[in-house]
């Protein structure tokens, strides 16, 4: 079976950092693009950041660019995102997903999505 595991979340004070991990058990990672996603309470997912197959094409929103890096172990089957410089605003439950490529990150959430991760809680707090 597919699927996809999302780890690091947590609680951390504003300023600090955090790594996710998003880990594919059942298929190999280098054959999809995998896009970070965000869903805060009350409001509609958001993409975040996505990576191409090989690594060497990643995406940002425009309010995370800076402060967040994508990159990819493909030896491990493993995609990250290091936050850094978090702040309250970055507080969501965040989702990693397989696409089929990255797409435009503020209108296209949902397409072309092979699956998606059940997600990791992330609250940016003092």
């Known amino acids: 079976q597919s699927q996809l595991l999302e780890s690091g979340g947590g609680v951390v004070q504003p300023g600090g950092s955090l790594r996710l991990s998003c880990t594919a058990s059942?298929?190999?990672?280098?054959?999809?693009?995998i896009g970070w996603f965000r869903q805060a309470p009350g409001k509609e997912r958001e993409g975040v950041s996505c990576?191409?197959?090989?690594?060497?094409?990643?995406s940002y929103a425009d309010s995370v660019k800076g402060r967040f890096t994508i990159s990819r172990d493909n030896a491990k089957n493993t995609v990250y995102l290091q936050m850094n410089s978090l702040k309250p605003e970055d507080t969501a439950v965040y989702y990693c997903?397989?696409?089929?490529?990255?797409?435009?990150?503020?209108?296209?959430?949902?397409?072309?999505?092979?699956?998606w991760g059940k997600g990791t809680p992330v609250t940016v707090s003092s």
């Open positions: 990576i191409n197959g090989d690594g060497d094409s990643t």
């Open positions: 997903a397989a696409k089929c490529c990255c797409g435009d990150l503020a209108t296209q959430v949902y397409l072309n999505v092979y699956y």
């Open positions: 059942g298929f190999t990672l280098n054959s999809v693009y």
